[in-house]
């Protein structure tokens, strides 16, 4: 399986020993998802690239109009980060329903991201807060919406063997705005969820300004339900136009019949209610920063 | 082969491993430490909980590398001069084992749990050990045994 395991020392360096490998050599967080893929062969590479101890990586931090979390930065981190509970509180939910504590102490954010999955509860999250990854390439840095990268079930832009994802970043919400993060799953921890539902809501007076919803695993990807949210803009934030965002949000959903997830028919139903529910919560939030 | 120099229980340890080793490879097979145990292989049982720089991980996918100059603690680490550690004589006096399989990951997952809160509520010991499966089906008694472990602990500190 691999021949060596090594720590990046910076950035730079886990660039150069990528770029001396070839293809060959892989980064390494958590290591949660990519030691099991190697174990079944699912991993070409043989040297393991580990930039959990880059100095300076490792932070959570506001800085420039933007909250940046590092690469190395544990779900368990990010679930007990007083500044994403305050001004992201859709991924702190999320992340700190992702598997249990012993997966979330090790496994990461960005790993959770790159690994591409629709059933992602972090990457649904941060959709709803249009986030942008850094990619650093011996080219130069730049950042990417993270609803680009996507290319597919397990699939994304992002090649592991020649780029650094080095941080995640976003606007943190204002007073004005209230998040709701609902998850369906057959037990409440150590299960990865059939529906998960994200939402923003920014209200202003007595009408919806803007919403941002999304969702997964109801198609290849996580993704965010334009149609619902267009709907919503300019809207009073009744219950009946909540639902019926729900309802706009299901009819795009996409879901594969699954002995694990569910019938199709099912997990389309369960996107309405999650959907509404998450906005009922994001509602809830916004009147009490009121 | 690599090589590996960590702090198991309180001993420095360097032992020669193939980089892809798991720490519970290395922990049992390398180092002899079978209390640790592998139950699923896939990070979703808790059956091999060990204190990573004092945090609970999943041995069984943590590559073994990862603990390159950091500190491990094992089911092997807690007892002192023969005499339980006062987790696991809580475990014993809930009758909180049946198969026994689970319970040196749960008495990890409640050693984690426990240092970083000392004083749970039932709901937080429910979430503390919700990576941690029992397939005897004894969460009952093992939510009493965390509890009645937090309380002796806090009566020890007090003494």
Request: aromatic share 4%.
């Amino acid at each position: 399986m691999w021949d060596k395991y090594l720590f990046a020392a910076s950035v730079d360096h886990a660039l150069e020993v990528l770029a001396a490998h070839n293809g060959k050599a892989q980064l390494i967080a958590g290591g949660t998802d990519l030691l099991l893929q190697a174990q079944r062969g699912q991993c070409p590479a043989t040297v393991m690239v580990d930039i959990t101890r880059i100095p300076d990586l490792n932070r959570i931090e506001e800085h420039d109009g933007y909250i940046v979390i590092g690469a190395p930065v544990t779900h368990a981190q990010i679930a007990a980060s007083p500044l994403i509970q305050a001004k992201a509180a859709v991924l702190s939910e999320a992340c700190g329903h992702i598997g249990g504590p012993q997966t979330r102490n090790a496994g990461t954010l960005v790993g959770n991201v790159i690994n591409a999955q629709p059933a992602a509860d972090g990457a649904v999250a941060l959709f709803t807060l249009d986030a942008e990854l850094e990619v650093a390439t011996e080219a130069g840095r730049r950042w990417e919406p993270i609803t680009d990268i996507y290319r597919g079930v397990g699939a994304c832009t992002i090649d592991a063997c020649h780029e650094v994802v080095t941080a995640i970043r976003f606007r943190p919400l204002t007073d004005t705005c209230g998040c709701g993060y609902q998850r369906l799953a057959r037990r409440k921890a150590l299960t990865l969820p059939t529906v998960v539902a994200a939402a923003v809501l920014h209200v202003e007076g007595d009408a919806i300004r803007t919403a941002r919803i999304a969702v997964g695993p109801v198609a290849p990807t996580p993704f965010r339900a334009a149609d619902a949210e267009e709907f919503l803009a300019g809207k009073a934030p009744e219950p009946a136009m909540l639902a019926q965002a729900g309802e706009l949000t299901a009819a795009k959903a996409k879901p594969r019949d699954s002995v694990i997830r569910g019938s199709q028919e099912y997990r389309t139903a369960m996107v309405a209610v999650l959907v509404r529910r998450a906005l009922d919560q994001a509602l809830e939030a916004c009147e009490r920063s009121e | 082969m690599q090589t590996l120099t960590m702090t198991v229980n309180d001993s420095e340890v360097t032992v020669e491993i193939r980089p892809d080793e798991t720490l519970a490879d290395v922990l049992r097979d390398r180092l002899g430490l079978i209390g640790t145990k592998v139950g699923c292989g896939e990070g979703e049982c808790g059956a091999c909980t060990v204190l990573l720089d004092g945090i609970a991980v999943t041995s069984c996918i943590t590559p073994a590398m990862k603990a390159q100059g950091r500190r491990v603690v094992t089911i092997e680490g807690l007892s002192q001069d023969g005499e339980l550690h006062t987790i696991q004589q809580a475990f014993v006096d809930a009758t909180a084992s049946q198969c026994g399989y689970c319970t040196p990951g749960f008495i990890m997952a409640t050693k984690a749990l426990l240092d970083a809160h000392p004083n749970p509520t039932r709901e937080e010991i429910m979430h503390g050990i919700s990576g941690n499966l029992c397939r005897c089906t004894g969460y009952y008694q093992i939510v009493d045994a965390v509890a009645i472990a937090a309380r002796r602990l806090a009566e020890e500190e007090a003494q």
